[in-house]
């Protein structure tokens, strides 16, 4: 019993000892320096992660104004990025998807936590929408989506497009979808070719932004679009709505068709589905008599 005692009474002392002299280590830290010792760095460390944690919120999408000339005063994202809504959208699914060619050109406005209410946004208009990236936010339950080829603070290119079903709008500080339309961009390409001699063989045309081409070229020609812009195209036949004469598919950028070639003489239109025969349009013209004897065009697909 005795040895017990003195040893407890040793490991006592020695922790006692070790206390003195973790004191004086620590003075001498303090008296050494006038920054911080490494001591200090853990609370600060334990404390960082605890704010983060209470401001959660904070991290949320923000949603501002700004004003779009003619458009007038309209919801734009932390960057300062115009909003818009695709009105074929509803409340339980989204018409601009993963599948369809969509999200590349109209990325959703996502957030991690509840949407912040910038100067001029009603806070309580704010919501998500669930889709499968993530919470999209909304606005008076109008889901906000961004326009991939908008460059810059003020740039409205996806205003009044009508694509997967629906018109793309900018959207009021009050929700309304601003159903005007600015004057828009050159909707086709001159037609730079028209007095020229009809091209043949194999064509490659260039898709640019929100350029097709008009073509002219003669019976038998093939031609070949690559999308030498930064977003989805296509080059379908028909004036909005797909005709079935030929169609090269979505091209994202830097892809190129299938080779699709023209047997029949005649004159066809042809459009961007993803953004809309108003948007982007063109013809191409096909001279010269029919290469196959029954007169019947074969588009190569
Ligand atoms: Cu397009």
Same mark, same amino acid.
């Given at each position: ?99 369809? !060619? ?146 090269? !598919? ?52």
């Amino acid at each position: 019993m005795l040895g017990f005692g003195n040893r407890q009474s040793r490991l006592v002392t020695g922790g006692f000892a070790a206390a003195i002299i973790g004191a004086m280590l620590i003075a001498a830290c303090s008296s050494s320096s006038s920054t911080p010792m490494p001591t200090t760095a853990p609370p600060t460390a334990t404390s960082a992660p605890a704010n983060t944690a209470t401001s959660a919120p904070a991290t949320g999408a923000l949603v501002k104004t700004a004003t779009a000339g003619a458009l007038g005063s309209i919801l734009v994202d932390a960057n300062g990025m115009t909003l818009y809504h695709l009105s074929s959208d509803t409340a339980t699914a989204a018409a601009c998807t993963s599948t369809n !060619g969509c999200l590349p050109n109209w990325p959703p406005l996502l957030t991690t936590g509840a949407p912040q209410a910038g100067p001029g946004v009603t806070a309580s208009l704010l919501g998500t929408f669930t889709r499968p990236e993530g919470a999209q936010v909304t606005y008076k339950g109008n889901t906000l989506y961004r326009a991939a080829f908008d460059k810059a603070p003020g740039d409205t290119k996806g205003q009044g497009i009508t694509a997967f079903g629906g018109k793309w709008t900018v959207v009021s500080p009050s929700g309304d979808l601003v159903q005007s339309t600015p004057a828009p961009a050159a909707t086709t390409a001159p037609t730079a070719a028209a007095t020229a001699a009809p091209a043949s063989g194999t064509v490659t045309s260039s898709i640019v932004d929100f350029a097709l081409q008009n073509l002219n070229i003669t019976v038998g020609t093939t031609v070949i679009w690559r999308n030498d812009g930064g977003i989805t195209h296509t080059a379908t036949s028909g004036k909005g709505t797909p005709d079935g004469t030929f169609d090269s !598919g979505f091209l994202n950028a830097g892809q190129s068709s299938k080779a699709i070639k023209f047997d029949k003489a005649g004159t066809f239109t042809y459009y961007c589905q993803v953004h809309g025969a108003a948007t982007m349009s063109a013809t191409i013209t096909v001279a010269g008599s029919p290469t196959s004897s029954s007169g019947a065009g074969a588009y190569g697909y």
